[in-house]
């Protein structure tokens, strides 16, 4: 079996200049990735090979049985998954690949990360066909299945939220502009793809989900044992709102406000989800920064109607969203137009959907149109989704949804790589979001940097962990993602150091680097 493993000479000895000189990322960066996907390619090779049911004993079997698997992968590797923007082998989709080519058949299985993907049946259908044409297969036998992505923010997280892939924020400055409307549909959209789906009301004044939805029961239940909230359900998809605490609606201050959020969504047993849906409380205040903050949000959606003024509103929650690093996916332009006499009215003028869309370079954005059904459906306790999925109102949201699914995936893959330590190159890297870039920064430096008051005084801004306290070799134990804008890195001592991007990226980075020298290793 063979294993690619990346070696630095040992007399590397990286040097640090300052962060302008950007030699390092400018030649290697083609490099690494030229390896890694030499990596993960033969990785796929070596898991599967145990797999395959043709392990000939003779070195000419063995070596049948290499082609005829090159032979298929080569194939799968013409499928590029769109989000990931690579194809699905080096994806690691490719699972249980067994070959019997005297009879000339294949079997795989192609595992997703989320059971609502979009292109599920697209990849299915191409996998049989690519593999259809390969001169000696006979029969395919694709199967499907999702094993979604592990919370990346496990650990950090109280209990109840830790088995959560992806938190959705769907989010307004004003109220009754469509928000709940828009969270609802959208999260049994998200239901109706596949996934298994939580709505968190978490509009304290006017909790809306109890009217927009109807359960069974319409109160919370308690674990007396562990203290938890129970979520009631409605047509499979959980739901914790204060309107089903029995309180009814609520006068409240600022901080009891978010101390009453705090609880409900932390305190719920949401189990294994592949999306929460959080409607937020209209605004850009406390309350909202607070839950932000509890709550680690891989994307938000900002709603928002088409009169000028809105636009104003809604750069104020992007800000608020780019603030926390978490990244608003999608407009919705809600109530933009309704049709009559057979003409198209637009009462509120025409988009300021688009100036936001253009101005904070936010990918999608989504029209809906007034709509009595959506209205009614909306007091009925039956999602207009649910209740008519093939109308014009459900097709904008399965394209809003798509969207969620497929920018969720991005922004995951993208945050559960930032940071990594490279134990050859005694180096972490770091990738820029949204970006090809990626440097290198010394250990020490980085621990070094620290801004905790641990490392600083507060009051005085002098420094209290001095140069010769940190250990020219020292190596972080573990690195890990908080929320998008911030890692935290473990060292050996125990000190647990919140690194914000923005403050990594202003650290003095790592050059002359050496080459890294990809060396095959036998066993
Ligand atoms: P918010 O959460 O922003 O306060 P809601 O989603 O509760 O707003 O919507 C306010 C009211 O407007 C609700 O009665 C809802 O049914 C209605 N509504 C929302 N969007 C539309 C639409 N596109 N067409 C017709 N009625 C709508």
Not at 65 to 71: G, I, L, N, V
Not at 240 to 257: C, L
Not at 404 to 410: L, R
Request: aromatic share 6%; charged share 20%.
């Amino acid at each position: 079996m063979k294993i690619l493993q990346f070696l630095a000479p040992n007399s590397a000895k990286p040097t640090i200049i300052n962060q302008k000189q950007q030699s390092y990322g400018a030649i290697s960066q083609t490099q690494i990735v030229l390896h890694r996907s030499n990596r993960q390619r033969l990785s796929i090779n070596c898991s599967n090979s145990g797999n395959t049911n043709h392990k000939a004993s003779t070195s000419s079997g063995e070596s049948v049985a290499k082609t005829s698997e090159k032979d298929v992968l080569k194939a799968l590797s013409q499928i590029i998954d769109p989000d990931f923007g690579t194809d699905i082998v080096s994806c690691g989709f490719v699972k249980d690949l067994r070959i019997d080519k005297a009879l000339g058949e294949v079997s795989l299985r192609l595992e997703l990360t989320t059971p609502a993907c979009p292109v599920k049946d697209m990849f299915e259908q191409k996998a049989n066909e690519v593999v259809a044409v390969i001169p000696w297969v006979k029969k395919v036998n694709v199967k499907m299945s999702a094993q979604p992505a592990k919370p990346i923010f496990a650990g950090q997280l109280p209990p109840g939220l830790s088995r959560i892939s992806s938190i959705v924020a769907v989010s307004s400055c004003k109220g009754g502009v469509g928000k709940s409307t828009v969270a609802v549909n959208l999260a049994y959209t998200l239901a109706g793809m596949g996934a298994r789906v939580g709505i968190f009301d978490a509009d304290v004044y006017g909790p809306s989900l109890p009217t927009m939805v109807n359960p069974e029961s319409r109160i919370l239940e308690m674990n007396p044992e562990k203290k938890t909230i129970i979520p009631t359900e409605y047509l499979g998809v959980k739901l914790v709102s204060f309107g089903f605490a029995g309180q009814g609606r609520a006068i409240m201050r600022g901080p009891m406000v978010s101390g009453v959020i705090n609880q409900l969504l932390t305190t719920t047993e949401w189990g294994e989800l592949d999306y929460l849906v959080i409607d937020m409380p209209p605004g850009t205040g406390d309350i909202q920064l607070t839950l932000c903050q509890v709550a680690p949000l891989t994307a938000a959606v900002i709603v928002t109607t088409p009169q000028k003024l809105a636009f104003i509103d809604v750069a104020k929650g992007v800000r608020m969203f780019s603030k926390l690093k978490v990244p608003c996916v999608a407009v919705v332009e809600n109530m933009c137009h309704f049709d009559a006499d057979g003409k198209r009215y637009y009462p509120f003028g025409k988009g300021s959907g688009s100036q936001v869309v253009q101005q904070f370079g936010i990918p999608h954005l989504f029209d809906l149109p007034i709509r009595p059904t959506l209205s009614a459906s909306g007091d009925s306790g039956t999602p207009e989704v649910v209740s008519d999925p093939l109308s014009d109102v459900a097709r904008t949201f399965q394209d809003l949804g798509v969207c969620v699914v497929q920018q969720c995936a991005k922004i995951r893959q993208q945050v559960s790589t930032a940071v990594t330590y490279d134990k050859y190159l005694k180096a972490i890297r770091v990738k820029v979001p949204n970006s090809d870039e990626e440097f290198l920064l010394h250990p020490a430096t980085v621990r070094r940097n620290d801004r905790s008051a641990q490392s600083v005084d507060e009051w005085t801004g002098e420094q209290k962990v001095q140069f010769g306290d940190v250990a020219e070799d020292i190596e972080p134990e573990e690195i890990r993602p908080m929320g998008n804008y911030a890692v935290s890195i473990t060292w050996p001592d125990g000190f647990s150091q919140i690194a914000p991007y923005d403050q990594l990226e202003t650290i003095e980075r790592l050059v002359d680097v050496p080459p890294l020298s990809p060396v095959e290793v036998y066993t």
